[in-house]
């Protein structure tokens, strides 16, 4: 891990401890339940779970404010349900239903609200970046002093677009912060075989972006890079670099067999680093919460998301002419 | 309760397939993560993790069962403390997708035995004041005049500030309207092309010049994957109001890497709209329309007609629509469609023509989509001949698309095969003597006309 990791636990609210760890477990829960209604057949084509990487998105999205953006790649569902969108309408959109985000039309890896700003869901590897930047360049053209969260892999960060943009979002000071998702693996490449470094942020220093490495399992870690970040962003110093090394606990999507690592690799990282065991384990032991208290959120989670698959189950599939709509504005 | 678990399945075209083994056994104590049994799909040996908590009840299917259907119940799962044999809920069935037949795409097709509806008025009131202007002068003008209007208008590209244009069409922006609306980017056509989708995401209209469409290769993933396709991806969400406008097809001289006709290319995708004028008035009315739509525009000049002037209207808010053809020239033995530069041939072959004593109607479709496809068929029923014109390639040309549409749609009006007059199928080389030869030219035009005329 780099030099830069912080060590240093922020100050965080028993109430805030607690929301993280709704926050993330909301998302876990969803994506087992959308592994099974996949397993079920009831969810088509590719879908790509973010089961074990949920700190990442909910320690970023801590120190977000209104109006801010965010862009993803495919595996977007966690981003989608850590901005606020609804787990019905995401889940719906998995099964292709009219009540999905997209009203069926786009899939798992193309939602969108702009509600909640959020800008997909992007299923080409890379192409999130300028589009990110680009969402950044009409913040500042505006002059609202947003930011915007543009998140992409390691696989991605081979892409020479991203290269691209880091130039241009350096020379035009955007802001924007480049959330580089360190899983390990670009599908089923580890990252010493498909990258020139272990440490993805310091491709940001040719282009005079600063950079760091965050511990991407400990949810406080990246609240505090994320809040270092947009500080860097808001007060128009140009983009930031966050390279958060996580994890996914699941195949690069639902039918991958994993083979390329171990059982016992993913073992040890569920077993020893989980993101929210940290945190059960921190609002138990600082007594903010008792087993009860937590057992009774489970159960709420739990309810949300069967809900969610219920309201994916029962929405009646588009209707036909749905086919001819929303080709031009 | 007891909850059934279901054979899955674990890619996108599986349908069945073999429990190779069970891990657990019945009585067996589980809970999320773990692994179940091992399954073979049509692709992969997969570890099969369960997604509840509970005990194994019963073990439905055999290891080693080949053949077994996704959503088949294979094991029985109950809650701590239940009776291992307890019957499962009913539900979580697929549902059956519905088959009727896709409705048809909402065409205005003319039925062939009706004259098709079409507007064929002027594109400015008779009296109109007109002007002398080059299509480099309209092109600016418009961008200038819609900036002016709209402060989310802005200008990118390379060499577009400062130099004032790689062709000048920029010229005096920089100066007007700051460093702000008028960016200078490096050479890299990818990132800024997707830097201006985003930025239109994000609520600004980018008119993004390329120095020449040639270029716009290395950014084409963002206008068709990006721009095209996201207002469809986010069921009407949002989509990117902007215009990617620059030079296309041959200049003169500069080889095969800088000499390409991408029209056909573009007109091929839903959600974008392709403009390619070929006067000074369209250049203008139709960027200013592009730059106002609220889609992603294709809008292909040329660098040949940059500096050939015409009359434009002296008008403010002069605008023209798009999917509206202009009829240049009125005639009745035969019809040349064409669009872009390919309308100098068509109209000096319709003058050669003439001297021979065929009448040629000669429409200029100004935009390739939407199409004007009304114009063309009304004119068919009246000429019964068709040549269309163009400078690109001819497998997959804008003509053979034209032809196969008036076949369908007026095939009892033609008296002749419809001709589509294109660029050779070569790269374009550079030899001035080979380079005329591998570009459409009017002879073959007057050539072409004579043959669906029997003359």
């Known amino acids: ?329 | 309760m007891a909850t059934e678990i279901l054979m899955p399945a674990l890619s996108p075209t599986m349908e069945e397939g073999t429990l190779a083994k069970w891990l657990v056994k019945a009585g067996d104590t589980v809970s999320s993560g773990d692994i179940l049994a091992e399954i073979e799909t049509d692709k992969a040996t997969m570890e099969f993790e369960a997604v509840d908590e509970g005990v194994i009840g019963k073990i439905l299917i055999a290891e080693g069962s080949e053949g077994v259907k996704v959503n088949t119940p294979i094991a029985v799962l109950v809650e701590e403390g239940e009776s291992l044999d307890a019957t499962p809920a009913a539900g979580n069935e697929a549902p059956v997708a519905g088959a009727p037949t896709a409705p048809a795409a909402p065409v205005a097709a003319a039925a062939a035995s009706d004259t098709p509806v079409v507007d064929n008025s002027p594109d400015w009131p008779e009296g109109t004041e007109v002007v002398k202007t080059t299509v480099r002068e309209a092109l600016r003008d418009a961008m200038a005049e819609e900036m002016r209007s709209n402060e989310n208008v802005f200008l990118m590209g390379e060499e577009v500030a400062e130099y004032q244009g790689a062709y000048k069409i920029s010229q005096g922006l920089l100066d007007e309207f700051g460093a702000k609306r008028v960016i200078d980017t490096p050479i890299t056509e990818h990132g800024f092309a997707g830097i201006a989708t985003g930025a239109a995401f994000g609520g600004l209209n980018p008119i993004v010049e390329f120095m020449t469409f040639n270029f716009a290769m290395q950014a084409i993933d963002h206008i068709i994957n990006s721009a095209a396709k996201t207002l469809y991806m986010s069921g009407g969400q949002m989509g990117a109001p902007m215009v990617f406008r620059g030079p296309n097809g041959a200049a003169a001289r500069v080889g095969a890497q800088h000499s390409q006709d991408y029209a056909a290319w573009y007109m091929q995708v839903p959600g974008l709209k392709v403009v390619m004028p070929y006067s000074a008035s369209d250049a203008k009315g139709l960027l200013k329309s592009a730059i106002r739509d609220p889609n992603p525009v294709i809008f292909l000049e040329n660098e040949i007609l940059y500096g050939r002037s015409f009359d434009v209207p002296k008008m403010d808010n002069f605008t023209v629509p798009f999917g509206k053809a202009r009829i240049w020239r009125e005639g009745s033995d035969a019809t040349i469609v064409s669009f872009g530069i390919g309308m100098q041939y068509a109209l000096e072959a319709a003058d050669k023509l003439a001297a021979d004593g065929i009448s040629a109607e000669v429409i200029d479709l100004r935009t390739l989509r939407p199409m004007d496809l009304p114009t063309v068929i009304k004119s068919v029923m009246k000429t019964n001949r068709l040549v269309t014109v163009e400078e690109g390639w001819p497998q997959g040309s804008v003509g053979s698309y034209i032809a196969s549409e008036v076949m369908q749609q007026a095939f009892d009006y033609l008296d002749a095969p419809v001709i589509t007059c294109t660029g050779k199928d070569v790269p374009m080389p550079y030899a001035a003597n080979l380079e005329r030869h591998a570009l459409i030219t009017t002879d073959e035009v007057v050539a072409a006309v004579k043959q669906v005329t029997y003359r």
């Not at chain 1, 909640?116 to 990110?132: D, M, S, T």
């Open chain 1, 1 to 329: 891990m780099a030099a830069r990791k912080s060590t240093k636990k922020p100050n965080v609210s028993a109430e805030e401890l607690t929301k993280f760890y709704r926050d993330m477990l909301l998302i876990r829960r969803f994506e087992e339940k959308a592994g099974q209604l996949y397993g079920m057949g009831l969810i088509g084509g590719f879908c790509h779970l973010y089961i074990g990487q949920e700190a990442v998105v909910v320690g970023l999205e801590a120190a977000a404010e209104d109006g801010d953006k965010r862009i993803t790649s495919y595996r977007d569902h966690g981003h989608m349900l850590a901005c606020g969108m609804d787990a019905g309408g995401v889940m719906a959109e998995l099964t292709g239903r009219e009540g999905g985000l997209s009203k069926g039309k786009g899939g798992s890896m193309h939602m969108f609200s702009k509600e909640k700003h959020f800008y997909g869901g992007h299923g080409i590897v890379g192409a999130q970046v300028p589009l990110g930047a680009g969402l950044a360049f009409s913040d500042k053209y505006k002059g609202n002093g947003r930011v915007t969260f543009t998140y992409f892999g390691d696989g991605a960060a081979n892409q020479g677009q991203v290269y691209e943009t880091f130039n241009m979002a350096a020379i035009w000071d955007l802001p924007v912060i480049f959330v580089i998702e360190n899983n390990q693996y670009a599908m089923g490449t580890a990252q010493a075989r498909s990258t020139s470094t272990p440490d993805i942020y310091t491709r940001g220093e040719a282009f005079g972006i600063p950079g760091e490495a965050v511990d991407g399992m400990d949810v406080l870690a990246v609240k505090a890079a994320s809040e270092r970040a947009t500080a860097h962003c808001r007060s128009g110093k140009g983009p930031y670099i966050l390279e958060v090394k996580t994890y996914r606990y699941r195949g690069h999507s639902m039918s991958d067999p994993a083979k390329y690592r171990t059982r016992e690799e993913v073992q040890k990282m569920r077993s020893e680093r989980d993101p929210i065991e940290q945190v059960r384990d921190m609002l138990l032991t600082g007594k903010h919460a008792t087993e009860e208290d937590l057992k009774a959120i489970d159960k709420e989670i739990k309810e949300v998301v069967n809900q969610s698959a219920e309201f994916a189950r029962t929405s009646p599939e588009p209707a036909l002419e749905e086919l001819w709509t929303d080709i031009y504005a």
